[in-house]
């Protein structure tokens, strides 16, 4: 049973960076993909961007272009998302799933808030 | 890019029926899948059909998925409705590298 833990909640300054990190266990993480969506509050689901680490290969959506990037380290079978230059609309919880083009697990999510 | 667009709320009683749609603006859904993900309150959402019409391991035949090509729909629908499936359903897809979500479907069990 593949299981994605993500990194805890993030209180963050605007204009800052912050790093979400999502550990697999449980299945083959080289050659799978990995995708986050993100859900500000009260509202639904929004598509970011994923990677496929045996490629290193990425696709961002085209709103978070330039300004988030997935990366993921095989060594320690963990993905992570940096979102830069933060504003009070990237306040939200942050999720992690396993797949490209629908996901089989989900991670818990992260909350992320962004506040002066 | 295009659009999924779903009603906002459906309610029903328990034991009845309910059926979410899906409606893509542009594209076809013959040539790219839908998935559908229900997500209860607080919780982190689940895959409760995908490619069209398949169940994950342990969802029940309750759910079940479809598609009608002619009005370029798709749609969830939920058997035998129970309390526990009060929950936000979201219908996704793709169009070659740009992944979509529809606005999600509030399911209020009366």
């Known amino acids: 049973q593949v299981q994605l833990v993500q990194s805890g909640a993030e209180v963050k300054k605007p204009g800052s960076s912050v790093r979400v990190s999502c550990k697999v266990s449980?299945?083959?993480?080289?050659?799978?993909?990995f995708t986050w969506v993100r859900q500000a509050p009260g509202q639904g689901l929004e598509w970011m961007g994923g990677?496929?680490?045996?490629?290193?290969?990425?696709n961002y959506a085209q709103k978070f272009q330039g300004r988030v990037t997935i990366s993921a380290d095989e060594s320690t079978a963990t993905a992570y998302m940096d979102l830069h230059s933060l504003r009070s609309e990237d306040t939200a919880v942050y999720y992690c799933?396993?797949?490209?083009?629908?996901?089989?697990?989900w991670g818990q999510g992260t909350l992320v808030t962004v506040s002066s | 890019n295009f659009m999924l667009t779903q009603p906002h709320s459906v309610s029903e009683s328990p034991g009845k029926t309910v059926t979410i749609s899906c409606t893509r603006s542009?594209?076809?859904?013959?040539?790219?899948?839908v998935h559908w993900y229900q997500q209860r309150p607080g919780s982190a959402p689940t895959t409760i059909i995908y490619?069209?019409?398949?169940?994950p391991s342990g969802v029940p035949d309750r759910f079940s998925g479809s598609i009608d090509s002619s009005s370029n729909s798709a749609s969830l629908t939920i058997s035998g409705l129970k309390p526990e499936d009060e929950a936000d359903y979201y219908c996704?897809?793709?169009?070659?590298?740009?992944?979509?979500f529809g606005g999600g479907t509030k399911v209020s069990v009366l």
């Open positions: 799933a396993r797949g490209r083009n629908w996901f089989d697990s």
């Open positions: 449980g299945g083959t993480f080289s050659s799978s993909a």
């Open positions: 990677i496929i680490p045996i490629y290193v290969t990425t």
């Open positions: 542009s594209g076809s859904f013959a040539s790219t899948y």
């Open positions: 490619e069209d019409n398949q169940r």
């Open positions: 996704q897809s793709y169009d070659s590298s740009t992944l979509v």
